[in-house]
């Protein structure tokens, strides 16, 4: 793989290049110095002291030249904790605090990647590729490219396959194992959803639209700023009033693509809304919220609580259903009766 290595001290080259050589080819790209000829492929790596503006400042239009990345590694140091939003705000799509830990994370990048790509002839791989898919769509929102339904599709169908035959404990078991908050997120609700549909008996077709809205339901985060998405605790009356755009940024994407439904588009939302009027974005109530919304804001809020975080622990699935319970006249009840066997997994 073609690792992109953006520094301000020539001197860390050396390092990169014995510890990434000969596995992956390091092109360098030292402030100050000479560019380098663009390819389309390949992960960047920014190793540069943002603390000075100077440097922040020669960054910027070699991180546009680079734009076409997907992946922007930062490496920002421990004790420089005020360089993370910096770094984000510069485009990162991970932050790591020592070069040292570059090593996972390309191998990771480099896996989906090729799990994408050997799909199509080895079945095993099947369900690494609906996942791929989902985060290329992901990524593609991200970075400001036209987002592809056929990629919801993909994850989707590989979801409704994998908890139709494993089950969903051995869904969140294996989904766990992804670190980014927003991507586990959206696919513990996907598997939630889904399992609850094949639960209450729902036909295929509706099985497959329920995945489909949960699958893009939070699409609209990706228009967020990571530095407030993966904000450790409360978030602020600003960051809370910036966080709850994403139903609208959700719906105004996917609004007028075709393999777009109008329940799917219901589904991005308003799946903030509650029975009693005090959900967002539109303050619906009762009757005005769809069955399938409803099943999808109980799956919402249900893998919200069981999902693992870097500064929580998951909550136990009898606990989180407990929660549930107790969110009477903004939930329904019977569906939430319903939903009992599909969370205590019995
Ligand atoms: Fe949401
Ligand atoms: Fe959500």
Redesign the pocket.
């Known amino acids: 793989m073609l690792v992109y290595f953006v520094t301000d001290e020539p001197a860390k080259l050396p390092a990169i290049r014995a510890m990434l050589e000969p596995q992956h080819a390091v092109v360098p790209w030292v402030l100050d110095g000479d560019g380098t000829g663009v390819r389309a492929h390949g992960v960047l790596m920014v190793d540069v002291d943002l603390r000075q503006m100077p440097r922040a400042d020669q960054l910027r239009p070699i991180l546009n030249e680079l734009a076409a990345m997907p992946e922007r590694l930062f490496v920002v140091p421990a004790h420089a904790r005020s360089m993370i939003a910096q770094a984000y705000a510069l485009g990162a799509t991970a932050v790591i605090s020592r070069a040292k830990e570059a090593m996972p994370k390309i191998a990771q990048i480099e896996f989906a990647e090729a799990a994408a790509e050997s799909a199509a002839s080895d079945p095993a791989l099947e369900m690494d590729a609906g996942v791929a898919a989902f985060a290329t769509m992901f990524s593609n929102v991200r970075h400001g490219r036209p987002l592809k339904v056929a990629d919801a599709q993909r994850a989707t169908t590989q979801i409704v396959k994998r908890v139709g035959q494993g089950g969903l404990s051995t869904w969140l078991d294996e989904v766990r194992r992804y670190h980014e908050g927003t991507f586990q ?2 696919l513990l ?1 996907t598997g939630v959803a889904v399992a609850f549909a094949l639960d209450v008996g729902f036909s295929s077709t509706d099985v497959s639209r329920l995945g489909m809205a949960a699958t893009l ?2 699409i609209g985060k990706a228009r967020i700023p990571l530095s407030i998405l993966d904000k450790p605790g409360r978030l602020d009356p600003d960051e809370e009033e910036i966080i709850r755009r994403h139903p609208a940024i959700g719906h105004d994407l996917l609004k007028g693509m075709s393999g777009i439904t109008p329940e799917i588009l219901d589904g991005v939302r308003h ?1 903030h809304e509650y029975l009693d009027g005090s959900g967002y974005p539109d303050g619906l109530k009762g009757g005005q919220i769809s069955d399938l919304v409803r099943l999808l804001t109980i799956s ?1 809020i249900f893998a ?1 609580l069981v999902e693992s975080r870097a500064y929580r622990p998951p909550m136990a699935r009898e606990a989180a259903y407990e929660i549930l319970r107790g969110m009477e006249g903004k939930l329904e009840g019977a569906l939430v009766r319903a939903f009992r066997s599909v969370a205590l997994g019995s």
Do not use: I, R
Request: charged fraction near 25%.
């Open positions: 997120h959206c609700v339901h939070d799946h919402d919200a």
